[in-house]
C-alpha cells in the first residue's frame, strides 16, 4: 500500500495501546459540555466518503507532529456521514494546532484513499507538512474551526471537490 508522507505518518498511525492514554478522549466527552474548559469543535468537511473513521489530534507548538507528542485525540466513526464535528476538550487556553486524518478503511494504516487535513487549511503537498504557524489557533474559550480534508491525485493532494 502507498503512503501518505504529507501527513506525517508516524504521527497520525492509529497504535493499538494495552492501557488507554488519558490524552484520548471519545466523542461524547462530557468536558464539551464544561462552559469552564476550553473545546474546539473542528468541522469536518469535504470527506471523500462516510465510510471509515475519522481522527481529530490536537498540538502544541512543542512537538508538532511528532510521534506521540499531540495533546488531545478524539477517534470518531463516520457512520455514512460525508461531515461530521469533533469536539476536542483542552487542558488550558492557548495556541493549538489540529491535525485531522480520514482513515477510510479502518485498517489503522495510511492508504492511498485516506485523507488529511490541518487547521486554517494550508496548501498541502506531497513534499512536506504544514509548519505549526500556518495552522496555529488561538483558543481561550468555546470555539469553532472547520477543516476541508485533502486527498491524493496524482501527483498532488487536495480537496476533492
Not at 34 to 49: E, Q
Not at 64 to 82: A, C, E, Q, Y
Not at 95 to 119: E, I, L, M, P, T
Request: a positive charge; one cysteine or more; glycine letters at 10%.
Amino acid at each position: 500500500m502507498t503512503k501518505l508522507p504529507f501527513l506525517g505518518l508516524a504521527v497520525l498511525a492509529l497504535a493499538s495501546s494495552a492501557s488507554a492514554d488519558p490524552r484520548e478522549t471519545s466523542p461524547n466527552d462530557k468536558s464539551c459540555d464544561s462552559p469552564s474548559l476550553p473545546t474546539m469543535t473542528v468541522h469536518v468537511t469535504g470527506l471523500k466518503s462516510g465510510a471509515g473513521s475519522v481522527r481529530v489530534q490536537a498540538y502544541g507548538a512543542s512537538g508538532f507532529l511528532s510521534k506521540g507528542k499531540w495533546i488531545r485525540r478524539v477517534d470518531m466513526p463516520l457512520n455514512g456521514r460525508r461531515s461530521v464535528d469533533v469536539c476536542v476538550p483542552l487542558p488550558k487556553a492557548g495556541q493549538y494546532a489540529f491535525v485531522v486524518r480520514h482513515d477510510a478503511n479502518v485498517n489503522r494504516k495510511s492508504d492511498w484513499n485516506d485523507g488529511g487535513g490541518f487547521s486554517r487549511n494550508p496548501k498541502l503537498s506531497l513534499m512536506g507538512k504544514p509548519s505549526f504557524g500556518q495552522t496555529a489557533i488561538s483558543v481561550s474559550g468555546r470555539e469553532r474551526t472547520s477543516v476541508v480534508m485533502n486527498y491524493r491525485s496524482g501527483l498532488s493532494v487536495r480537496p476533492i471537490g
